[in-house]
């Protein structure tokens, strides 16, 4: 019964502090502006509207043979098969995307090359070229500080699988722009304030690894520690239930009940519910008893005197010494009326 208590209170301390959590920043959620925790402050719609002069396209086969475009790029990292081709635009200038490695959404594994739709020579979105479709989509007061390839991972926007460019205004926001290596596409625009936004949904969603999703081993984790929350404040009812901790009072007789300090002089008597315990009883006598747990028996402090033969509970077997059992000392949240004619008062 030891392990179990301990076990629901770890339990109960970390489902408590996460709900707090939950709390707090779900009341966040409720007043934030939206907008600013979108962080799109500055974020633009790109009006540029593709002017295509059909007689100058090339037939599509004729980029890729011409181009080799079926070889590996830079960004992409692609093999050699091409899954599909399309007419696409940048800046208004028709270009040719092809696309090696086609995830199931736009921030899955994608891979593309893209050629001019008119002369059919590759087009590699560097840095230059980042920076020029980042401030297409700008409209804040400020200049680009650093640009910035991410190979890797991209922290504020954990879903996005592909390599991107980072685009750093010098704004009072930090505003960053992110640019898909590959294609050019436009995967988002951050600055503090969403940065902020995002920390209260990490830990709102527990995704402590920053996988851009609720559904995780933390979660999962949390939902087994519940459950032992649950299971041992069940199976622990149950025990304080056969120890008789749970009484109606509905048919409780009360009783007359001599109280006495620690040198053993009478100090008065009070009228006790049979049906009560002992420690909640006093405090309605307004006799109050130190008691830290609030009578749930796991603290030790709410100790007095009966007699050695009063019955003695597990929690009192764990918070009291064997010489202090002896003595008749008692958890008094654990000590009902039964045959006791005295109390001695320790504090």
């Not at 962080?39 to 002069?53: A, D, H, P, S």
């Not at 008597?269 to 049906?275: E, G, P, Y």
Request: proline share 2%; net charge positive; hydrophobic share 40%.
């Amino acid at each position: 019964m030891t392990l179990i208590k301990k076990i629901h209170k770890w339990a109960s301390i970390i489902v408590g502090l996460q709900v707090l959590i939950w709390l707090s920043s779900g009341f966040y959620f409720n007043v934030m502006d939206h907008k600013k925790a979108k962080g799109t402050q500055y974020r633009v719609t790109n009006t540029y509207k593709m002017i295509l002069e059909s007689s100058k396209l090339i037939e599509p086969k004729q980029a890729l043979e011409s181009n080799r475009l079926l070889e590996k790029s830079e960004f992409s990292k692609s093999s050699n098969s091409v899954v599909s081709i399309s007419l696409s635009h940048l800046f208004g200038q028709p270009v040719y995307l092809l696309t090696h490695e086609k995830g199931l959404y736009r921030h899955f594994k994608n891979s593309y090359s893209m050629a001019d739709a008119y002369t059919g020579k590759q087009i590699t979105i560097d840095a230059e070229l980042a920076e020029k479709l980042a401030s297409a989509t700008y409209s804040g007061p400020g200049k680009v500080k650093s640009v910035t390839l991410l190979e890797k991972s991209v922290d504020d926007f954990p879903k996005e699988k592909n390599s991107a460019w980072q685009i750093n205004y010098a704004d009072e926001l930090n505003t960053s722009v992110y640019i898909e290596a590959g294609s050019g596409r436009l995967i988002g625009h951050s600055n503090d304030d969403k940065r902020f936004a995002d920390i209260l949904f990490m830990l709102h969603f527990m995704d402590y690894a920053s996988e851009g999703n609720f559904n995780s081993i933390q979660i999962i984790l949390f939902a087994f520690i519940t459950l032992w929350l649950t299971l041992t404040g069940f199976i622990w009812t149950i025990k304080l239930g056969f120890e008789g901790q749970y009484q109606l009072t509905l048919f409780s007789n009360k009783r007359i009940v001599q109280l006495l300090d620690k040198d053993h002089q009478p100090i008065g008597s009070v009228s006790l519910n049979d049906k009560t315990n002992l420690l909640d009883g006093l405090t309605k006598n307004q006799i109050y008893i130190p008691s830290v747990c609030g009578g749930g028996g796991t603290c030790g402090s709410c100790r007095i005197l009966l007699s050695p033969q009063a019955k003695i509970t597990d929690a009192e077997y764990e918070k009291l010494s064997k010489f202090q059992l002896e003595k008749g000392y008692r958890l008094s949240c654990q000590q009902f009326l039964a045959d006791i004619e005295s109390i001695t008062i320790l504090n």
